[in-house]
């Protein structure tokens, strides 16, 4: 009789030790040598089909747990409303900023927060269509900059904000915020001029350029890049004044487009006695302008209606074109009054613009260090303080995260000192300055009344005399706007005074 038993050789240093022998078989889920001898301490385990092939009952093998690896950053349409709540986080902060540090009326909080919600009403059509989450949508981080001479249309630049665009829904910008925050205060009639709000926002004070940094952390790293490039950009590129006053006019199209929202008249006289107290100008330039006003039949209001918008027709640059063409008329740059008597009986002053000059010179404050578009060679050429200054500037950009409280008290080197922010002068300082200049430039009335007054109007910038131009730019540095944006707006109010002169004299 064959001996049907399967024998198999123990692993290398292992035998049976009773008899030596080096030989196994199995049986019962028992191992046994050559000679029958059982073998203690016999472990079964897993060494594939050929040792399970003897084994008896069922054999399981324990599958492998799959561990899937979490996404940190969110995509599709998770990420775009990722970053719509970093956008009304980012606002909310710059209303708090406004009503605690500037003292405007808490009721801006509601105006906004309305405003607001009326842009993101329809953001639930984020969350209809058939889009794979893994495809992003990437919007440009750069600020589309506009010209000084273009010619602003309400109909192209208006957005239709209806949740049926579904995935084409515009998304509101970073600039939205800022925009927002004006349109606020316009409402309200709190006298807030556009430019103050970007010089603020450029000087890091208003919440804006490094708002990103500003971010819960989980917020930080849940976004998309393509987002935080968008939230990053302010960082390094300041606001231009043409990309403000142009996302002002978009959002007032757009609310008349989609709820047929029409803005109320600007709050001008306020804004008017801002520009002539940081100019130190006389105070007929006011009279002048409210007399002009009243003939050509202006308002001051934003031209949601308008099928061509061009920026006389902007209330801020109508505001301050008005100022300059007052003052050319009553207080000339040649010297001397042409309107010396008024229909009153009553005369104007004279006013000495060199004297003007020098003295607003030397009481503007210096304007901010700027470090764009800086060299190696520039870098190689710096003081001693302005390496600091640049060294600062370069740190600003760094990300601080994971951060330790406790290692603030333990610092391994000396923290460095903050650039020093630019001053804003405070009331009390723009009166005094204002008061000194007048007190040197304006004199005793002319009574020698010129033979014939010829008005001077300039059409180009280079076609400025340098205290004009010195006047000019005084006047569009308060308002954020280019010299050519005023001069091209000073020209078209003056060509609107002819052509009423024209049509009186037809009469």
Not at 246 to 257: E, F, I, K, N, P
Not at 358 to 364: E, I, L, M, T, V
Not at 478 to 505: D, F, H, N, P
């Amino acid at each position: 009789m064959s001996d049907s038993r399967n024998f198999r050789r123990m692993p290398r240093g292992e035998r049976c030790p009773e008899c030596g022998s080096q030989r196994y078989y199995l049986q019962d889920g028992m191992r046994y040598c050559s000679r029958g001898h059982q073998i203690e301490g016999f472990i079964q385990f897993d060494l594939g089909e050929e040792a399970e092939a003897g084994l008896m009952g069922t054999v399981s093998k324990k599958q492998k747990a799959v561990w899937e690896k979490e996404r940190r950053q969110l995509t599709g349409e998770a990420g775009k409303l990722l970053y719509l709540e970093a956008l009304q986080l980012l606002l909310r902060k710059q209303i708090l900023w406004l009503i605690k540090e500037k003292g405007h009326r808490e009721e801006l909080e509601t105006v906004v927060r309305d405003l607001w919600d009326l842009r993101i009403r329809g953001a639930t059509a984020l969350g209809q269509g058939t889009a794979s989450e893994e495809v992003l949508e990437i919007f440009s981080s750069q600020p589309t900059l506009v010209e000084s001479t273009q010619l602003w249309s309400s109909r192209s630049k208006s957005q239709d904000w209806s949740a049926e665009r579904g995935l084409s829904w515009p998304i509101p910008s970073m600039g939205d915020t800022l925009a927002l925050c004006y349109l606020g205060c316009y409402l309200l009639r709190i006298p807030t001029r556009l430019g103050e709000l970007l010089k603020w926002a450029n000087d890091f004070a208003f919440p804006y350029r490094h708002s990103f940094q500003q971010l819960p952390t989980e917020m930080q790293d849940r976004m998309p890049l393509s987002y935080i490039k968008i939230f990053k950009t302010p960082i390094r590129s300041p606001l231009e004044g043409a990309q403000v006053y142009s996302t002002v006019m978009d959002l007032a199209c757009s609310y008349y487009l989609n709820y047929n929202m029409v803005f109320p008249d600007l709050n001008y006289m306020p804004l008017l006695f801002q520009y002539v107290k940081l100019l130190a100008l006389p105070v007929e330039s006011i009279v002048a302008v409210r007399r002009i006003c009243d003939i050509l039949g202006y308002r001051f209001h934003l031209p949601v209606q308008n099928t061509r918008v061009y920026p006389l027709h902007n209330p801020e640059i109508r505001l301050i074109a008005l100022l300059i063409v007052a003052t050319k008329l009553c207080f000339p740059f040649n010297g001397g009054s042409p309107l010396t008597v008024s229909d009153d009986g009553l005369t104007l002053p004279s006013f000495d613009w060199n004297t003007w000059q020098s003295a607003k010179g030397q009481s503007s404050p210096g304007k901010p260090r700027s470090f764009d578009g800086v060299t190696p060679s520039d870098v190689a050429s710096m003081t001693d303080d302005d390496l600091d200054a640049y060294f600062r500037h370069i740190a600003s950009f760094l990300e601080k995260k994971n951060t330790n409280p406790v290692t603030e008290f333990f610092p391994v080197e000396p923290e460095p000192v903050p650039d020093p922010v630019r001053a804003e002068p405070t009331a009390q300082e723009v009166d005094d300055m204002a008061r000194a200049v007048l007190q040197s430039a304006v004199g005793m009335p002319n009574m020698e009344v010129p033979n014939k007054f010829i008005y001077e109007a300039y059409r180009k910038v280079d076609d400025l005399p340098p205290i004009a131009k010195h006047f000019y730019n005084a006047l569009s540095s308060e308002a954020e706007v280019s010299l050519e944006t005023t001069v091209r707006a000073v020209y078209m109010l003056e060509q609107a005074i002819v052509a009423w002169q024209k049509a009186e004299g037809n009469k």
